[in-house]
């Protein structure tokens, strides 16, 4: 079983200057999506499953795979970004200005989040639970107290896209493989915009090991194509 966790192409976050809060793709990012999608579909063993965040930039770099395999992406709420304020309409010289401003903020306010959007905690436990049921949907499961790391593989075929995003990928990744969280995932974690990382379960001591085989892989991007 693996899971292919691919981050969004480039958005436009900013049209004419103005903040998008549900940005689309640049046109750098629909070409970003292509090469990931060329090669995820060309790859010895395709996906079988392709689940997608519903945010606009998510779906458009889902669209060229599930156009290239046949498959049907599912999306998924939960799988979305952590919720920001609503910043739609502001310029976006201003929401640059607020974000970097973020960045000095001492450690233990971090955790709560900007002022008017979701809290890490709340993300955090979001992205967990949405994490252990669609592999609880898919036959995959913890073995069980005492053993947090282990895990029962249904169906050891089975090759899952996850389209999401920068902090929902960088904290899955962390609560998948043990690792204690941090209020700034996607700090400690670098995902390049169509990014693939990939988990692998290994089968050990009677059950599967989440196995972590590919980290920021952008090979399929050429330089100029490398964005964060």
């Known amino acids: 079983m693996e899971l292919i966790f691919v981050r969004h192409g480039e958005p436009a976050w900013g049209v004419g200057g103005v903040s998008q809060p549900d940005p689309r793709l640049t046109e750098m990012g629909i070409r970003q999506a292509r ?12 996906p079988t499953e392709i689940v997608v965040s519903p945010r ?19 999306t998924i709420p939960d799988l979305e970004e952590i919720r920001m304020p609503d910043w739609g309409g502001e310029p976006e010289e201003k929401v640059q200005q607020i ?48 053993q947090p790391h282990l895990w029962n593989v249904a169906r050891p075929d089975q090759r899952i896209v996850v389209v999401a995003h ?15 969280p941090t209020p700034w995932e996607w700090e400690r974690f670098i995902l390049g915009h169509a990014s693939l990382a990939r988990l692998r379960a290994v089968p050990l001591a009677g059950s599967n090991v989440l196995s972590l085989r590919a980290f920021n892989d952008r090979d399929h991007l050429p330089a100029e194509l490398r964005t964060r």
């Open 35 to 46: 090469l990931t999608a060329e090669r995820l579909a060309g790859a010895s063993l395709p």
């Open 56 to 74: 606009a930039r998510a779906v458009e770099t889902a669209q060229p795979l599930a156009e290239l395999t046949g498959i049907t992406p599912e």
């Open 99 to 146: 974000f970097a401003e973020a960045r000095t903020r001492p450690a233990d306010e971090w955790w709560d989040g900007l002022p008017g959007g979701e809290s890490f905690n709340d993300f955090h436990d979001r992205v967990a639970r949405v994490m252990l049921e669609l592999l609880a949907g898919r036959g995959v499961e913890p073995v069980g107290p005492g």
């Open 166 to 180: 920068a902090g929902t990928n960088s904290t899955a990744l962390s609560f998948l493989l043990g690792i204690e």
